[in-house]
């Protein structure tokens, strides 16, 4: 071996520079010179042996990769870029993960204002937890349609059963790590979704012999960290979410990626035989080379994927903040991840011990069905069955999404109602939304026009219409509906202690009353009047709603996101 | 091919500008939303202050108009929070009188979590057997020193310093003419009749002892002190002497009398020598 | 595939000594990890200390609430206290068809939903308890006005004390069921036991005898 002097006296100082380079190119990517890499670039045919296919099997890196694909699969359809796209969310996530750890610390004592602290304190921070919130829903809704499109064109058929039940796994873990990252703002929204969440476990069926009590309630007390969700419990769900969770996620992702390219991806429908062998026996001409082609793809979906999740984080939408969680005061509504909401559905549906009890079976159901569905086609026609009870499915699971949405919520008392929608106990809304200097002291009614202040106006009208929705007259009010009212019948069959058969107030008045209570600071409160119709001196309904509201508190930007013409 | 190399190109170099336009628009943004964690903090702490502390310290914070959970008036057992020797200055005056050498933040957020010992204060915070967490504390800490402002900074409360001993308050000019007359009504609006009943009316008492025969009660109580000197002590320091006489037996301790009157006379002295001449005179 | 791999003969053919004692060793590593799964469990279960939410909480008669009146609300013990009279009906409590026997006495109620597990309140407009979360509703003693509860509010026992702490009656216990303590006469406290609690049974809903569930 020539020593580095040797080597200059021979070529010069330049040549050996460049030749050593050269060699340390090759060494760093297992098997090709700066001139294969620039042959690769420019789209020249490869020499003979082809150096792009070395670091496939030498380098780590590239052996998890395949060298080439069938071209078939590198369109669009049939795979819709679905499974990449998974495995970029959780790339994604783990990187805004991770830096967002930097500002967070798993205790009720601060989680919540370190919460305020990356959005008002750190540079970029609310920018960096709307993509990390952002990429998690985008994540579940990516995973499912990987699932959905796998199904439909029968790429769980054999040999990709197994492939398949790792990724219904696969499945379970994403929603897993969505929902428990939900806990970590410790904030209302968050705390009770938890609750909710973690006593529906609690009716979960027991084996036989064992006392359900006993065993779901040490269950229980395992996942909350306590007899309420409490510092343990929100250690307990930040462990899962940054350790436990992904780890597992990592490792079935990997198995799942082994079973792809060993097998394949599989071809549309038409094109492939159950049991075909498609990965390895690839004709030449139907090869698509993984450098370049593959990675130049990769990359631009890359670039394409990470301005939407940018530009989405930035216009479309904030990440919600709510009040601090309080262990002893449930807000009203309290709803479900969207994602979730289908279970919320069912309890609506069913016994929840059935319901807890049912989803674990569809779960199984689901990883065993490649190996009992063994029907010889994979082509769209002679699916038919399939692919109905898929549809029929699927819009079972919209109608439940429905169902379990805020749109189906069971009501409270009409004045508390029209409260919630005025001004929330959490979020914004239009009145909440009013800028706050154009909210000026005094008393105002439902739909009382003020000049030059159409915020103010926009809201009073927003009561006008709330009141409306919950009220109904005797009096021949044309504008409400007329009152079901019937004195006569005993208390105990009355449904509401009003005597009327829906839940609403009678001729009401209500008024706004907006005080400066300090500097900065006013004090809105909704009164409620309504007379009782069997005695006009007693008041039926004589109800009362205070909502502080201070000049900083952002509500206007709020707004914006909430789709409310605030 | 070399359209894909296009696409991502120009998706880097958009995603590029809109970070750059993210990075222009944060310094403004922080700066909004440091503002509003405060401005939420504060309405947080508005709605706990007004259920849990506008009993004692009035609705206003400032103890005048105090009402019980029925929503009937009574009076305010708090010292006023909504005041200048609470909130302004630097160390403020009651941080000076007390001694205390943190900051104003510290100082009232200690008062709620601790309460304050010797008087009806309770403790607030969990960690001490109240009712609340940390971060409620700090919500009416922050509800508490936002009625900080210019208006009520500007003029600086005259401080009247009382007398060691009744006869030397009576002896000066403030105690010199005491008018029976006036007192009467002054007992009204001090909001003594509340809790001390009508003197005229034996029994009429609702919480406090009965003052209709204090001129002849105050002068057994205390071993060298005659009446006019018992009650004199017991309106500027309630705690001082505790009387036996409350209508459901011994009044409790610490007392339930506000420890405010020092500094309300103390802003108009002749009122005490016309209270003491009512009480005294009857 | 791993049938075809293991041709006839050797399934077939006795068992070494070899191969029985990995046996041995493979059902000791699997007793081994459910032992120390079983470990795992009970390093994970939470334990609690004396004198937490658990213990007994004693009240007095004078923040007891009036006979069929708004529950009062006791957040550290997570109670209400309910005062019951069937024989006066009013709005608040009345007897059902299906409760042949007046119902009479003091409740305490854990103050979380069946269903759930969210904190309900009391509203007083509607005159009954109402969950937030998912709309169940609950008459003055607990029982079921409206699903999707599964059963009626659990409650605490309660006894009857004096000054002197002297128990003077304790509730009893009805079907597995703590029932309403009537209070004797000198009664001064009411003590809770919230060690003791007692699931609520599933008693038909009150708005089916009406006909007006949702």
């Known amino acids: 071996m020539a020593t580095i002097f040797e080597q200059i006296q021979e070529m010069g100082i330049k040549q050996t520079v460049i030749t050593k380079l050269d060699e340390t190119v090759e060494r760093l990517t297992v098997g090709m010179n700066i001139n294969d890499i620039r042959s690769a670039l420019r789209g020249d045919e490869p020499r003979r042996p082809n150096p792009r296919l070395r670091p496939h099997a030498d ?125 970590l703002p410790w904030d209302q929204l968050s705390y009770w979704a938890l609750t909710v969440f973690l006593s529906g476990a609690e009716a979960a069926p027991t084996p036989p012999g064992i006392d359900p009590d006993v065993f779901n309630g040490n269950v229980l007390l395992i996942a909350q960290g306590g007899p309420a969700l409490g510092a343990g419990g929100l250690l307990r769900w930040y462990l899962l979410h940054v350790l436990l969770l992904p780890l597992l ?34 004709p030449r001409n139907e090869r698509t080379y993984f450098t370049p082609d593959i990675a130049t793809n990769e990359l631009m979906w890359s670039a394409l994927t990470t301005l939407f999740l940018v530009a989405g984080s930035l216009w479309l939408w904030d990440a919600p903040l709510e009040t601090h969680a309080d262990p002893v005061v449930t807000p009203l509504h309290v709803v479900a991840p969207w994602y979730l909401s289908w279970s919320q559905g069912w309890l609506k549906l069913a016994d929840k011990t059935l319901v807890i009890g ?37 819009t079972f699971m919209l109608v439940s999404n429905w169902m379990g949405s805020p749109e189906f919520r069971v009501n409270s008392s009409p004045d508390r109602e029209v409260s919630i929608e005025l001004l929330p106990e959490e979020g914004t809304s239009a009145m909440l939304g009013v800028p706050y200097e154009l909210m000026p002291e005094g008393t105002y009614l439902p739909a009382q026009p003020i000049d030059g202040n159409p915020h103010l106006t926009y809201a009073l009208e927003e009561f006008q219409a709330a009141m409306y929705r919950h009220s109904c007259t005797l009096t021949g009010n044309t504008t409400w509906n007329e009152c079901s009212y019937d004195e006569s019948t005993p208390i105990e069959t009355r449904k509401y202690s009003n005597h009327f058969s829906d839940d609403v107030m009678p001729d009401p008045t209500a ?51 909430a789709n409310k013409s605030c | 091919m070399q359209v894909k190399i296009v696409i991502g190109t120009v998706a880097f170099m958009l995603t590029m500008m809109i970070l750059g336009f993210a990075v222009l628009r944060e310094p403004a943004r922080l700066a909004q939303y440091t503002v509003a964690a405060k401005g939420r903090s504060i309405e947080a702490g508005a709605h706990i202050f007004e259920n849990n502390c506008a009993t004692c310290h009035g609705i206003d914070g400032d103890a005048k108009e105090c009402y019980n959970s029925a929503g ?79 208006e009520l900074c500007a003029n600086e409360p005259v401080r009247y310093s009382w007398p060691e001993a009744v006869a030397d308050y009576l002896a000066s000019d403030d105690g010199a003419a005491g008018d029976a007359a006036n007192g009467a009504e002054l007992y009204v609006t001090y909001g003594c009749s509340g809790c001390h009943g009508d003197t005229a009316v034996e029994g009429s008492n609702a919480v406090g002892p009965w003052l209709g025969d204090i001129a002849n009660v105050g002068a057994t109580r205390v071993d060298g002190l005659d009446a006019a000197g018992y009650v004199y002590h017991s309106i500027l320091d309630p705690n001082a002497f505790i009387s036996p006489d409350c209508p459901t037996g011994p009044c409790a301790t610490p007392s339930a009398m506000p420890a405010t009157f020092a500094a309300r006379i103390g802003s108009n002295p002749t009122d005490m020598a016309d209270l003491l001449a009512f009480l005294l005179g009857n | 595939m791993a049938s075809q791999a293991a041709d006839a003969s050797t399934v077939g053919s006795g068992m070494s000594r070899r191969e029985f004692l990995y046996y041995i060793w493979g059902a000791s590593m699997a007793l081994f990890a459910a032992q120390s799964a079983g470990l795992l469990v009970w390093f994970l279960i939470p334990r609690f200390r004396e004198g937490e939410f658990g213990g007994t909480f004693t009240v007095s008669i004078d923040d007891l609430p009036p006979v069929n009146s708004e529950p009062a609300n006791f957040p550290d013990g997570r109670f209400w206290l309910s005062n019951l009279d069937t024989t006066q009906p009013n709005e608040l409590m009345y007897q059902a068809n299906d409760e042949p026997n007046p119902i009479q006495g003091v409740v305490a109620i854990y103050k979380v939903c069946t269903h759930l597990g969210c904190i309900y309140s009391w509203t007083p407009t509607n005159n009954r308890f109402e969950c937030p979360c998912h709309g169940s509703k609950y008459r003055l003693d607990g029982r079921r006005v409206e699903s999707p509860a599964p059963r009626t509010l659990d409650r605490f026992r309660v006894a009857a004390v004096d000054d002197a702490g002297t128990v003077l009656a304790e509730a009893e216990i009805i079907d597995d069921f703590v029932a309403p303590l009537t209070l004797p006469a000198g009664t001064t406290g009411i003590r809770v036991d919230t060690g003791f609690r007692k699931k609520g049974p599933s008693q038909e809903l009150l708005c089916s005898f009406f006909g007006n569930c949702p």
């Open chain 1, 59 to 183: 380098s780590f890196w590239f052996h998890i990769r395949p060298s080439f694909y069938h071209t078939e699969v590198t369109h669009i359809y049939p795979t819709f870029r679905l499974g990449w796209l998974s495995t970029f969310m959780f790339v994604w996530e783990t990187i805004t993960g991770i830096i967002l750890m930097v500002f967070y610390t798993p205790s009720p004592l601060v989680a919540y204002s370190n919460m305020w602290n990356i959005l008002g304190n750190v540079p970029l921070g609310q920018l960096m937890r709307n993509m990390h919130r952002l990429g998690a829903e985008v994540m579940v809704l990516v995973v499912a349609l990987h699932m959905l499109r796998t199904y439909i064109t029968g790429s769980y058929k054999k040999p990709r059963q197994f492939t398949w039940a790792t990724g219904v796994i696969l499945l379970l873990f994403t929603a897993l790590l969505s929902f428990s990252g939900y806990l």
């Open chain 1, 249 to 282: 996620t990592g490792i079935f992702f990997f198995v799942h990626y082994y079973k792809v390219v060993l097998y394949g991806i599989s071809l549309p429908p038409g094109r492939e035989e159950i049991g075909e062998d498609t990965a390895k026996r690839v």
């Open chain 1, 358 to 394: 049912f989803i674990p079976l569809l779960l199984v159901a689901f990883i065993v069905m490649p190996y009992f569905e063994v029907s010889k086609s994979r082509r769209y026609a002679d699916r038919r069955i399939a692919l109905t009870v898929a549809s029929l499915f699927f």
């Open chain 1, 511 to 561: 008024k706004l009353i907006v005080e400066e209570v300090q500097p900065g600071l006013k004090k809105l409160t909704l009164q409620y009047k309504a007379f009782s119709p069997a005695n006009p001196e007693e008041f039926l309904i004589d109800a009362e709603w205070v909502k502080y509201r201070h000049e900083d508190s952002n509500y206007e930007t709020e707004c914006r996101f």
């Open chain 2, 72 to 150: 009937e008036q009574v009076g305010c057992q708090g010292l006023p929070l909504n005041d200048y020797d609470m909130l302004c200055g630097d160390p403020t005056y009651r941080m000076d009188t007390l001694n205390w050498a943190g900051t104003k933040e510290d100082f009232v957020k200690t008062t709620i979590a601790a309460g304050r010992f010797g008087t009806v204060m309770p403790v607030w915070s969990e960690e001490f057997g109240g009712p609340m967490r940390p971060d409620q504390i700090q919500n009416v800490a922050d509800f508490v020193l936002n009625w900080e402002s210019e």
